[in-house]
């Protein structure tokens, strides 16, 4: 089943649409720094939501973002939602980083935003989470650094 994802100014977008308008947003002033950032965020209901947000930030002018919500049967243990949450990010991160290189923009910087911090439970989880994200080949932020996760992505969770 295809991915789409929700542009607050576009609307619905499939994950190529969603690529083209990102390189529309930097391509339209190319001497700007961006960066790319990606995270995801959970709420467990009768299902659990995933949400992954992509945020392009053009560093100090704003930004553009896209989000896609997925639901599994509801899952109750955190670590497996850590995890999932994270794999869904690394999923949407190396199709972004393989278009950028393909298009000629590999030296942007890529962000993975992770829902975990050095504050509650999710605290043991952050070697092994940041590992995966590292070995991976992307740079990983934690709370209270992860506003991809802990504020855009988390938005979308409570709607549903």
Aim: proline letters at 3%; aromatic letters at 10%.
């Amino acid at each position: 089943m295809p991915v789409y994802y929700i542009s607050p100014t576009r609307g619905r977008l499939t994950a190529e649409e969603m690529f083209a308008d990102m390189m529309q947003f930097i391509e339209a002033n190319p001497e700007a720094q961006y960066k790319i950032i990606i995270g995801s965020d959970s709420q467990a209901r009768v299902r659990t939501c995933f949400v992954t947000a992509v945020i392009v930030h053009q560093v100090g002018r704003g930004a553009r973002y896209y989000y896609s919500k997925r639901y599994q049967r509801k899952i109750t243990s955190l670590r497996q939602k850590i995890f999932y949450e994270t794999a869904l990010s690394l999923e949407t991160a190396s199709f972004i980083a393989q278009k950028l290189a393909a298009n000629g923009h590999a030296d942007l910087n890529l962000e993975i935003h992770l829902d975990i911090g050095p504050n509650g439970n999710t605290r043991e989880l952050i070697r092994e989470i940041v590992g995966m994200v590292v070995g991976s080949g992307f740079a990983a932020k934690i709370k209270p650094y992860s506003c991809g996760a802990s504020k855009v992505a988390d938005k979308y969770t409570k709607s549903g």
